[in-house]
């Protein structure tokens, strides 16, 4: 059974720092592309970040460029978000995502399950003073 677990997740001051991790489990991430998408009570989802495979490239929303790295660990099988200078509106829950690339040697930030092979449970973070 495919399936990932996100972790990480808590309260940060603004300005705070908070690292994410995504466990694949069932599967060896190598031939998939991994993302982050978030989503806040009332808001629309957003794709955050996608790393392709072999990390050759990545893709990040405006809104969180220069403030977010993605990283990937394939020896590990685990997916990383480094979340840096948050802000309130950062506040959501996280989602990691992968996503079956057939070679594909690019990724996309899709908002849809249905983009993708697996979709955690999520883990939420709250940036508030």
């Known amino acids: 059974q495919l399936q990932l677990v996100e972790s990480g997740g808590g309260l940060v001051q603004p300005g705070g720092s908070l690292r994410l991790s995504c466990a694949a489990s069932g599967f060896s991430l190598r031939s998939y592309s991994v993302s982050w998408i978030r989503q806040a009570p009332g808001k629309e989802r957003e794709g955050v970040s996608c790393l392709s495979v072999g990390g050759v490239g990545a893709d990040y929303a405006d809104s969180v460029m220069g403030r977010f790295t993605i990283s990937r660990d394939d020896a590990n099988n685990a997916v990383y978000l480094e979340m840096g200078n948050l802000k309130p509106e950062d506040t959501a829950t996280y989602y990691c995502?992968?996503?079956?690339?057939?070679?594909?040697?690019?990724?996309?930030?899709?908002?849809?399950?249905?983009?993708?092979?697996?979709w955690g449970q999520g883990t939420q973070v709250t940036v508030s003073s």
């Open positions: 995502a992968a996503r079956w690339e057939q070679g594909r040697p690019s990724c996309a930030r899709g908002l849809d399950k249905g983009h993708y092979t697996a």
